[in-house]
Nanobody
Framework: VQLQASGGGLVQAGGSLKLSCAAS????????IGWFRQAPGKEREWVSF????????YYEDTVKGRFTLSRDIAKNTIHLQMNSLRPEDTAVYYC??????????WGQGTQVTVSS
């Protein structure tokens, strides 16, 4: 199983970035998939998830209304559109896919830096 994350970078506050995560070895209609992030000196926290069957999206409170998670089943890929970025969004973003408590996979992480 591989989760290949891409799309991070440096952006000014108020700007936008789009992260992508391409999955191989799993099919997204069986796995919940989404993003966590970890800022320097802080614990990893979840950002957004999409459920396996229903494709329902969930967002952490501080990103609601600014981030949009979407899923392309045919391409086995998810995208996280991040708008109105804030300096506090600066972190390494990790793609995560899980099937219940039995399987839990992580991507390599992509750096997002928002300058003030």
């Amino acid at each position: 199983v591989q989760l290949q994350a891409s799309g991070g970078g440096l952006v000014q506050a108020g700007g936008s970035l789009k992260l992508s995560c391409a999955a191989s070895g799993i099919t997204l209609d069986y796995y919940a998939i989404g993003w966590f992030r970890q800022a320097p000196g802080k614990e990893r926290e979840w950002v957004s998830f999409i459920s396996a069957r229903e494709g329902r999206t969930y967002y952490e409170d501080t990103v609601k209304g600014r981030f949009t998670l979407s899923r392309d089943i045919a391409k086995n890929t998810i995208h996280l559109q991040m708008n109105s970025l804030r300096p506090e969004d600066t972190a390494v973003y990790y793609c995560n896919a899980r099937w219940g408590s039995a399987f839990d996979y992580w991507g390599q992480g992509t750096q997002v830096t928002v300058s003030s």
